[in-house]
């Protein structure tokens, strides 16, 4: 079965770095767009990137741009978020997310567009 694996997460302070990873299993993880949410305490989930299938198309949230990079190792399997100058309104638990169908850049964003999600990863930013 398809298996999205997140790691991580963790506290950091302000202004820091992390480093998320998502390995996938169970899947022609090439032919996936990827993607990363994130849920906040007694919010809605929300988009943070996309990476298309080969790599070459990026997407963000305004609240990431600048700062967050999402990168994909095809012959790994695995898609990366990389998130500097933190802030501790980014303090919640980050997913991973797969998507099988070509997605428009509106429809990239929306995460019922996507077919499987991983179990997510908590990220804490101290003030």
């Known amino acids: 079965q398809v298996q999205l694996v997140e790691s991580g997460g963790g506290l950091v302070q302000a202004g820091g770095s992390l480093r998320l990873s998502c390995a996938a299993s169970?899947?022609?993880?090439?032919?996936?767009?990827m993607g990363w949410f994130r849920q906040a305490p007694g919010k809605e989930r929300e988009f943070v990137a996309a990476?298309?299938?080969?790599?070459?198309?990026?997407y963000y949230a305004d609240s990431a741009k600048g700062r967050f990079t999402i990168s994909r190792d095809n012959a790994k399997n695995t898609v990366y978020l990389q998130m500097n100058s933190l802030k501790p309104e980014d303090t919640a638990v980050y997913y991973c997310?797969?998507?099988?169908?070509?997605?428009?850049?509106?429809?990239?964003?929306?995460?019922?567009?996507?077919?499987?999600w991983g179990q997510g990863t908590p990220v804490t930013v101290s003030s």
């Open positions: 997310s797969a998507a099988s169908a070509v997605l428009s850049s509106l429809l990239i964003i929306r995460a019922p567009e996507y077919d499987f």
């Open positions: 169970g899947l022609t993880f090439s032919s996936y767009a």
């Open positions: 990476i298309a299938r080969s790599g070459g198309i990026t």
